[in-house]
């Protein structure tokens, strides 16, 4: 299993051929969590958006299972001191502000916190893995995207999801009459398209509250 997961992270990790692509994984995740991933992103990046796991656990993962010689550590936020951290290939642990090790050369986690607003100087041509929750709307799919401040210009990101995500998102396209094109995955278009649904009944459902507090 823990092969598997390598794999995954791996082939995600180096895939640097689109600046967007949608790809399916199986049951597991890249990384694993004691329950589900949620909305985020990897790249040379991962952003995991209400993970159950720890970003320092996640760190020790990837540190035992990224490609030798592609990275120099892990940079995630500690939540303990309230900083980015680096932990590098031989096992130390330094705030990045203090490190010897930038984060262009390092493998970055985001957690759901850090997917908005946080602005890391990223490698020119990191890759992106951005996880996709069942009931992910626009702006936070929009703000962990946007880590990449460079997506499109040397940047790339790859959309993933687990197999009952890639179900609403094909149900989601077959009710509004949108053909799949022969593929059994959807696309990047119907991937937002769904997402767009998600924000357009999440506001709806939203508005009979804000009628009875005044708004």
Same mark, same amino acid.
């Given at each position: 299993? $823990?092969?598997?997961?390598? $794999?995954?992270?791996?082939?995600?990790?180096?895939?640097?051929? @689109?600046?967007?692509?949608?790809?399916?994984?199986?049951?597991?995740?890249?990384? +694993?969590?004691?329950? $589900? %991933?949620? *909305?985020?992103?990897?790249?040379?990046?991962?952003?995991?958006?209400?993970?159950?796991?720890? &970003?320092?656990? *996640?760190? !020790?993962?990837?540190?035992?299972?990224? +490609?030798?010689?592609?990275?120099?550590?892990? &940079?995630?936020? =500690?939540?303990?001191?309230? #900083?980015?951290? /680096?932990?590098?290939?031989?096992?130390?642990? !330094?705030?990045? %502000? #203090?490190?010897? !090790?930038?984060?262009? =050369?390092?493998?970055?986690?985001?957690?759901?916190?850090?997917?908005?607003?946080?602005?890391?100087?990223?490698?020119?041509?990191?890759?992106?893995?951005?996880?996709? *929750?069942?009931?992910? &709307?626009?702006?936070?799919?929009?703000?962990?995207?946007?880590?990449?401040?460079?997506?499109?210009?040397?940047?790339?990101? /790859?959309?993933?999801?687990?197999?009952? /995500?890639?179900?609403?998102? *094909?149900?989601?396209?077959?009710?509004?009459?949108?053909?799949?094109?022969?593929?059994?995955?959807?696309?990047?278009?119907?991937?937002?398209?769904?997402?767009?649904?998600? !924000?357009? @009944?999440?506001? @709806?459902?939203? /508005?009979?509250?804000?009628?009875?507090?005044?708004?």
């Amino acid at each position: 299993q $823990s092969s598997a997961h390598a $794999s995954s992270l791996c082939r995600i990790a180096c895939d640097s051929k @689109q600046h967007c692509a949608v790809c399916w994984i199986g049951r597991q995740p890249p990384i +694993p969590c004691k329950e $589900s %991933l949620g *909305a985020g992103l990897a790249l040379d990046v991962y952003c995991s958006a209400q993970c159950m796991l720890h &970003c320092r656990d *996640a760190a !020790t993962y990837v540190l035992q299972h990224m +490609p030798p010689g592609r990275y120099k550590g892990v &940079c995630y936020y =500690e939540p303990g001191s309230r #900083q980015w951290t /680096v932990r590098d290939t031989v096992g130390r642990v !330094t705030p990045l %502000l #203090q490190s010897p !090790t930038a984060e262009s =050369e390092c493998f970055v986690i985001y957690d759901d916190a850090r997917c908005r607003g946080a602005d890391l100087k990223l490698n020119q041509l990191a890759v992106g893995l951005l996880t996709l *929750a069942p009931g992910i &709307c626009k702006d936070k799919m929009m703000q962990a995207a946007g880590r990449l401040r460079q997506l499109g210009r040397g940047q790339t990101l /790859v959309i993933t999801g687990l197999p009952d /995500v890639r179900d609403k998102v *094909a149900a989601a396209a077959g009710a509004a009459g949108l053909s799949q094109g022969g593929s059994r995955d959807p696309s990047v278009l119907r991937v937002l398209q769904w997402v767009m649904n998600n !924000t357009v @009944q999440d506001t @709806q459902y939203g /508005v009979p509250e804000h009628a009875t507090q005044g708004m």
